[in-house]
């Protein structure tokens, strides 16, 4: 139902529920939605919670993923992808914009946007993506100061610390790391660029009772397992942080390729998402019924044909 209407709304925060969804016996899927039309599409296939990449994020803004944006540039696919959903959210938060003021801020405005959860690095900038080479790291307890200060500055949201700390530390590194932020305040523990199922396994066995979350993106540095497979090692989350992106951008990149090789879409409509698709999505209906001077749609059926001209 539409956003507009209050009493569709939750009436518990977003914190609130997205602990609530840690709570349930099985593992937490949270595909990676980099938009709101991304957003009710996992909706619609059944998820209850969401996941929104830095990666993603710059990405579909043309940029790299260096740390470079702003958080108010994230809050704003924060609210887009909330309104649109209604769904808890994840929120990449990347090293928190700064140091411990700064993060305290992205804290409140992330809060303030709808998120449900965040999530912070343990990089220095400029950060790169987790599953590549020679990233820098913060001193451990810098970044406990950080969890601190984002832990200070919640009302109900979930904080979690990745450490990317494996690749250079090693696992007693990462470990060391991660119990010294759930000390500082985290709720959940991110171990990123993991490698093996033998060092999952491990990571986990040495947390004992903390929240894990697994991230399984494609081209990294993790091999391909399954949701049901990370549960198994002992993981309480994944996520999916870039596939709608690498997806929607495949697609349209052939789009593009064939607009410039025949002139015009036609030989790609059957890939597209109907009219009808697109509105029943988006509730088109929905909103226009909540106010009586819009006339309802008609939908047009099917593709006008070209005629011939007489002869």
């Not at 309480?236 to 025949?262: G, H, T």
């Amino acid at each position: 139902m539409p956003y507009l209407v209050a009493s569709d709304l939750s009436s518990e925060s977003a914190g609130r529920r997205f602990r609530d969804l840690l709570r349930q016996p099985r593992i937490l899927k949270l595909p990676g939605v980099h938009n709101g039309m991304a957003a009710l599409q996992a909706k619609r296939a059944g998820f209850a919670g969401l996941y929104l990449s830095g990666a993603a994020m710059t990405a579909s803004m043309g940029l790299p993923d260096l740390g470079i944006i702003t958080v108010d540039e994230v809050s704003f696919f924060i609210r887009q992808i909330v309104r649109a959903s209604g769904l808890p959210l994840l929120a990449d938060a990347d090293t928190g914009y700064g140091e411990a003021l700064n993060v305290m801020h992205a804290v409140r405005v992330f809060e303030e946007a709808g998120a449900g959860a965040l999530h912070l690095e343990d990089q220095l900038l400029p950060k790169k993506c987790g599953h590549l080479n020679d990233k820098r790291l913060v001193d451990p307890h810098d970044m406990a100061a950080k969890v601190a200060a984002a832990a200070k500055a919640r009302r109900d949201l979930v904080i979690i610390a990745r450490t990317d700390a494996a690749a250079s530390e090693g696992l007693d590194g990462a470990v060391a790391r991660a119990r010294l932020y759930m000390e500082a305040g985290a709720d959940a523990i991110f171990p990123e660029a993991l490698n093996t199922e033998e060092m999952f396994r491990a990571f986990a066995k040495r947390m004992p009772g903390v929240p894990l979350l697994a991230n399984m993106t494609e081209f990294g540095r993790t091999p391909f397992f399954t949701a049901a497979e990370f549960e198994a090692m002992g993981y309480a989350m994944v996520i999916w942080p870039v596939s709608s992106l690498r997806v929607a951008n495949k697609a349209q990149e052939e789009l593009y390729a064939a607009i410039a090789r025949d002139g015009g879409t036609h030989n790609v409509v059957d890939r597209m998402q109907t009219r009808v698709e697109l509105y029943d999505t988006i509730a088109l209906h929905d909103y226009e019924a909540l106010d009586a001077s819009i006339v309802q749609t008609i939908i047009p059926e099917g593709m006008p044909q070209k005629t011939s001209a007489p002869g």
